[in-house]
């Protein structure tokens, strides 16, 4: 049986579309030739080691059961694989939960990540009917924390050695949040 492969269209070059294994080859590709630039923040760069960890890392979000499943998608920029961007730690009790995204370099400034989580606020709004978002950044990942400022989510403290990077150290996380009704204001 054929599952459903949810997929946002962003704009004309834009689109995000739910991860597959058949994504896994683009995925491992962009993070083995991009460890410099993509390590300092993704933990799991230093774990990915082969398209199989890509694969494994797929299967495991597909096995998910369907009540603790969360989306994750591929950035597609003019046809091309970008980046991720997704949920996680979704609390559908509480209707909350969090975007995580990373991008590759030879992607950046041109407004993808900005725009995918406009579409992800809507999608999460309206489908999912969620209140709540938050954005969490390391403190020194400037162009990360841009994008909640960038789109009025208010800033909500420091996360003090919120997240282990992968040279083993912990680092400070800035809390951005929005809710649903902070968007009448959008």
Known sequence: MKKNIK???????ISLKQIEV????????TIDAQRNYLGPWLPFVNFTKSIKDSEEFIETIENTPENKKEYIFVIKYNSEFAGIIGFKATDKLNKKTEIGYWLSEHFQKK????QSVKS???????????NRIQIKCAVANIPSRSIPIRLGFEFEGIERDGELLSDNLFTDIEVYSL???DRRNW
């Open 179 to 181: 809710l649903r009704s």
């Open 7 to 13: 997929v946002i269209k962003v704009d004309d070059s």
């Open 22 to 29: 058949s994504d896994a080859n683009d995925l491992f590709e």
């Open 120 to 130: 992800l606020i809507d999608f999460a709004f309206n489908e999912l009917e969620l």
């Open 111 to 114: 407004g993808i990540i900005t």
